[in-house]
């Protein structure tokens, strides 16, 4: 699989509270089978924080373009988002502000 291939979340994504996320592709990790986005919080219209998630992709197959890995990939950065917290002391390419 080619990281490039891998989607971007840039719609929101309610958590709860009127919060929110959205996530861009970080980077891919074959050695270790993980991908990283950078996660961006929203409060209402504002953002509140980023962080980095890690997503472990062991359970992901080899066809990472049908829909149940996109709503799988949607789920594990969800349960990311929703803790307000990153699971992973990387900080990616991507996470100059973190």
Sequence with gaps: MASEQLPGFPD???IEGGRAWTAVFDSYDQRNDDCYYLVTLFDGESVVS??????GMWWAGDDWTSAEFLERLRKEIHSVAATGKSNTEYRGSLA???
């Design 96 to 98: 100059g502000s973190l």
């Design 12 to 14: 929101r994504n309610p």
């Design 50 to 55: 980023q962080l980095m998630a890690q997503v």
